[in-house]
C-alpha cells in the first residue's frame, strides 16, 4: 500500500493526478488530499474518488503548521505531492502578495512539517537520514525559467537526438518556434509575480535537499490541458465563449508561444518521478508540441464548429447559430504586461531516465477535451454560478 498527501487535488492537475493514480493502482493506493477550496478548487471534481474508501479529503491550508503536522501523524503518508498553488498569472499582477504567501510559505510549510515527521537520525558521516522510501515532490512549471525567443513565424519540424526517438515512438509530429529550449540548467529567470512565487517554491524545496538533506523531487511542466480545466484559462475559456456566442478574447496578436501536454500525460510523468526519480533531482515535463496561441483558438473553433455540424445533437448546448462559429469571434484586446513570448521545454532527461514521453498527440488530446466540455455543461456551469461552493457546504458539513 502506498501512502499519498495531494495537496490542492481540487484543482484541475491535482484532480487528474488522483483520477490517474486511481485508475493505475486501484486500492493499492491510499490519497489524503488537502485543498483549501479557493475559488479554483471544486469538489465536484472528484466527488466520486473522495466517496471511495481509500481516500480521505480534508479542507484546508498548506501553510496551516497544526494541520499538517496533524496529516502526517494520522496518516504516515509516504509521497507529499504539492500542487497546491495560485495558479493564474492575471490573478498574479493584480495581487502578488497571496502568491507568495501561498506559493512560498505554503511550500516551505509542508517541506518542514515532512522533515519533522520523516527525520531518522544520522548516518555514519552525520547525516541526516530520513524515513526509507519517503519523498516530497513540488510541482513546478516551465515559466521559471523566462521566456525563449521565437525564431520562425511558421512551427519547424522538431529534431529530437536519437535517444529520445527511441522513447517517443508513434510521435511523428513534434514542432518548434525556436531554437532555444529550457533544460533543468536552465538559469532560473521568472518575469511574473506567479512565475516568481512558483521559483521561490521551488528554490527553498532545492534548499532543504541541500541543507537538511531532504528526499526532493521537482517537476517543471509546460501548458497543461484536458477536462476539469478551469474555465479563466485559455482553452476551457475559449470553448464555453464559443458554445455561449460570445467574443474570444486573445491578448496583443496572438502570437505568443506554449508547450501544450495532455494533463493525463503530466500525470504519468508525476507518478512515475515520485517512484523512479533520482533524489534532489529536478525533471523538466512538455509535450513537443509548441503551438501559437492564435492557432489554438482558431483549431478550437474548427473542431466545434465540425462536430456542430456532424453531431446536430450538440446544437441544443449552443447560445448562437452553427453558422456564426467562425474565426470572426477572435478579438484582440490588449497584450499582458510583461506577456512571455515563448516557453519550450526539453524533456530529453525524463524521456530517457525514466523512458516517460508525451504520448497524447495534441489533435487528439484537444478533441477529447473538448468532447468532455460538450459532455460535461453540468459542471462547467457549477463553476461558473459558484454552485460548487453550495455543495461543498453540503458535503463537508456531512463530513464533520
Ligand atoms: N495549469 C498548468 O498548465 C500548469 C503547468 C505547469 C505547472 N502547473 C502547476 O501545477 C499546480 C496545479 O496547477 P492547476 O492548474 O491544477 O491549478 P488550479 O488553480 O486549478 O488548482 C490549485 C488548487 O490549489 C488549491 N489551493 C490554493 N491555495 C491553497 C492553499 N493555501 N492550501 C491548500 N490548497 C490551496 C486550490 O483550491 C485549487 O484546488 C500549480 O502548482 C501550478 O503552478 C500548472
Not at 70 to 81: K, R
Not at 164 to 169: A, L, P
Request: charged fraction near 25%; aromatic fraction near 12%; glycine fraction near 8%.
Amino acid at each position: 500500500m502506498t501512502k499519498y498527501l495531494v495537496t490542492g487535488a481540487a484543482g484541475f492537475i491535482g484532480a487528474n493526478f488522483v483520477k490517474y493514480i486511481l485508475k493505475k493502482w486501484g486500492k493499492d493506493v491510499e490519497i489524503v488530499i488537502l485543498d483549501d477550496l479557493t475559488y479554483a478548487g471544486n469538489l465536484m471534481t472528484i466527488k466520486d474518488e473522495i466517496e471511495q474508501d481509500n481516500v480521505t479529503f480534508i479542507k484546508g491550508d498548506i501553510g496551516n503548521r497544526e494541520l499538517v503536522t496533524d496529516i502526517i501523524a494520522t496518516h504516515n503518508p509516504q509521497y507529499i505531492v504539492n500542487f497546491a498553488a495560485e495558479s493564474h498569472v492575471d490573478r498574479s499582477i493584480t495581487n502578488p502578495r497571496l502568491f507568495l504567501e501561498t506559493n512560498i510559505l505554503g511550500t516551505q510549510n509542508l517541506l518542514d512539517c515532512a522533515r519533522n515527521a520523516w527525520f531518522d537520525g544520522k548516518d555514519g558521516n552525520g547525516k541526516n537520514k530520513y524515513k526509507e522510501g519517503y519523498k516530497f515532490l513540488q510541482i513546478s512549471t516551465d515559466e521559471v525559467y523566462g521566456s525563449l525567443s521565437k525564431d520562425f513565424d511558421e512551427a519547424q519540424p522538431l529534431t529530437v537526438s536519437e535517444e529520445v526517438k527511441r522513447v517517443i515512438e508513434g510521435r511523428g509530429d513534434l514542432k518548434t518556434f525556436g531554437t532555444k529550449f529550457f533544460t533543468e540548467s536552465t538559469p532560473l529567470a521568472p518575469r511574473s509575480p506567479y512565475s516568481a512565487a512558483k521559483t521561490g517554491a521551488d528554490l527553498i524545496t532545492l534548499a532543504y535537499h541541500e541543507t537538511y538533506g531532504m528526499p526532493i523531487n521537482i517537476t517543471r511542466c509546460s501548458n497543461n490541458y484536458g477536462p476539469y480545466h478551469f474555465p479563466e484559462k485559455l482553452i476551457p475559456l475559449i470553448i464555453k465563449n464559443i458554445l455561449e456566442g460570445k467574443k474570444l478574447p486573445v491578448y496583443g496578436k496572438g502570437e505568443n508561444v506554449r508547450d501544450w501536454l495532455y494533463v493525463e500525460d503530466h500525470a504519468k510523468a508525476i507518478d512515475m518521478v515520485l517512484r523512479q526519480g533520482k533524489i534532489g533531482e529536478v525533471y523538466n515535463v512538455g509535450g513537443f508540441n509548441e503551438e501559437q496561441n492564435i492557432n489554438i483558438v482558431k483549431t478550437v473553433i474548427a473542431i466545434i464548429a465540425r462536430i456542430m455540424n456532424n453531431e446536430p445533437q450538440y446544437q441544443s448546448l449552443l447560445k448562437c447559430k452553427v453558422g456564426d462559429i467562425n474565426d470572426n469571434l477572435i478579438e484582440f484586446v490588449a497584450d499582458r504586461p510583461g506577456h512571455d513570448m515563448r516557453y519550450a521545454i526539453d524533456p530529453t532527461k525524463i524521456a530517457v531516465e525514466l523512458g516517460w514521453y508525451p504520448e497524447t498527440p495534441f489533435e487528439i488530446g484537444i478533441e477529447k477535451t473538448i468532447r468532455w466540455y460538450l459532455e460535461n455543461q453540468d459542471w462547467v456551469e457549477s463553476v461558473a454560478s459558484g454552485d460548487y461552493q453550495r455543495y461543498y457546504e453540503q458535503m463537508y458539513h456531512n463530513r464533520q
